[in-house]
């Protein structure tokens, strides 16, 4: 069988298109295959920290990235009385050289699918496509797909990376006695809704904590009216003994999640009507999975959510996968498309991305509510510095960076 490509990409999701334009950028010939049979804006909201923007400024698409996202400003942490505990710059206003996004997943997506068309050709993506597995063949791998009609259909190139998300096929193949991911004993319901801005009009807001309701809420789109609102995006998160179905466009029920916080009426949001006021409401169990000892074995790999899915609470899911594509298209380039870049690649990521796992799982930035929230027994406070200093609630936040790669003088370097 004669190779199609270098590199066989599986999946068109995040990881996949920034790793084709990555190796674009680079002149290593790849091809994408996806298993939908078209392409669609799914999801809510996501954040892309500083050091992802960073890697997507390289490929150009900063200014495309700017005309639909919010440039986010600052985040605030707030208790579950709507109490201020903590706020920070973000990106550009914190002396970033690269801004940070809050962005609803389709609009990023339809950047980079946009770029990957116009950059790499009509024929560099190929849909209905769904992968069943991948096997090495000497000096090739060789990946097999279903198609839309059920008839199988096989591909060689140089290599093959499974970015197929948290199902992948590859994953399952490499590591078939996983087992169910992890649950965190949290639940988490998302949505996104037209709203008047808060606060800075560019804020990343989270508030309260599990046991009594937490959310995280900011806006993803700017001035999507006359009247100047915007697309509000907001996520909550409940203790519950069971969790929800691993699916990030599960649909959710109002009635599950609206009388955790009906009482959650802040001078500076109200939080209750902006739950209320949304029409489509999306569920998700909050997991992720061990980290894996390695992804590559031979010429197959893994990248993105196939990867290293992570309890979503540190804002970071995207940007990993953006950064593996860079560190994988970087490890092509010095040392050619096979096997010992895909080593190199595996040595570092793995390790990285590890730690940002289990980050995510012990001491995320919300880390601060669970803080005020333990020491004040969930009571109102008088005066914030009473209760923590705000020393102890930057080192928290700045360690997070530290471990997920973005602080200040990490990218500086």
Known sequence: MSKECDVLIVGAGIAG??????LHDAGIACRVYEAAPELKP?????????HSVRVLGRLGLVDAL??????????????HHGQLIYREPAGLAAG?????????????????????RERLGADALVTDRRCTGATNEGDHAKANFVGGGGAPYSVAASVVVSCDGIHSALRKQFYPDEGAPRYSGNNMWRGAVKWKPFLTGASMVRAGWFTVGKMVIYPIRDAIDADGNQLVNWVAEIAAPQPARRDWNGRGRLEDVLPTFADWHFDWLDVAGLIESTGEILEYPMVDQDPLPRWTFDRLTLMGDAAHPMVPR??????QAILDARYLAEKFKE??????ALAAYDKVRVKETGDVVLMNRKAPPDKILQVVHERTNGARFDRIDDVVGKEEL???VNQYKAVAGYSLDQLAK
């Open 17 to 22: 298109l920034t790793l084709a334009l990555e």
């Open 42 to 50: 799914l999801g809510v909201g996501i954040n892309l920290l500083p």
């Open 66 to 79: 700017a005309k639909v996202a919010v440039t986010t400003k600052e985040s605030a942490y707030f208790n």
């Open 96 to 116: 970033y050289p690269w801004p940070q996004f809050s962005i609803h997943r389709g609009d990023l997506h339809s950047v980079l699918l946009d770029a990957v």
């Open 314 to 319: 540190g804002s970071n899911g995207a940007g």
């Open 335 to 340: 040392l050619g498309v096979g096997p010992e």
């Open 394 to 396: 930057a080192d928290i």
